[in-house]
């Protein structure tokens, strides 16, 4: 499955969108955002696997602060 990183605005963000995707069966890690990304808010951001689309509109329905979307490998 696909990865990518939702980087927030705050850790409290991080958190919640973490813990949203966890309750709708998404793999997702909380992580210090790692290489320059900090300059996008606190430097914390949210690992998922799954549909980029699917989490992104998930996240946003809940109020989670996404500042950037990077898709990895």
Do not use: S
């Amino acid at each position: 499955m696909k990865q990518t990183v939702f980087a927030t605005g705050t850790i409290t963000h991080a958190i919640k969108g973490r813990d949203i995707l966890r309750r709708h069966g998404f793999k997702a890690n909380m992580e210090r955002m790692k290489y320059g990304m900090k300059d996008y808010g606190c430097g914390y951001g949210i690992v998922a696997t799954g549909n980029p689309a699917v989490i992104e509109r998930l996240l946003r329905e809940q109020d989670v602060k996404i500042l950037k979307i990077i898709p990895l490998g």
